[in-house]
């Protein structure tokens, strides 16, 4: 007679998952490595992630502010800027590794 294995149940961790709910939305990595470089306006952030409409970019930095990853100030006399929280920057080597891991695959994606 066969003996049947019987596996163990697979299970989301649930810390992933609650992160991807934040990292896992078009443009938020991007916006999030983009202000790696420095403390930006709302229209050099759009400039720098072209084609990102204005209505996106904007749900997605209040994503972002929201999730305690980006601070939003206005510093007299000027512009209100974002910038990364330690939150956010905390992030960054993961995003390298993102990024990297996409430069060096075995198999090049297919062209859209």
């Not at 952030?45 to 209040?62: G, N, Q, Y």
Request: aromatic share 6%; charged share 20%.
């Amino acid at each position: 007679m066969e003996t049947r294995t019987t596996l163990p149940p697979l299970a989301a961790d649930p810390d992933l998952s609650r992160a991807f709910d934040v990292l896992g939305q078009k443009w938020n990595g991007i916006i999030l490595h983009t202000l790696a470089a420095r403390p930006a306006r709302f229209g050099e952030l759009r400039a720098a992630i072209c084609p990102i409409s204005t209505k996106m970019l904007s749900d997605r930095l209040r994503e972002l502010l929201d999730s305690g990853l980006v601070t939003h100030a206005q510093l007299p006399p000027g512009p209100a800027t974002y910038t990364l929280t330690p939150d956010g920057r905390a992030l960054l080597p993961a995003l390298e590794q993102i990024r990297s891991w996409w430069q060096h695959r075995s198999t090049p994606p297919t062209s859209r």
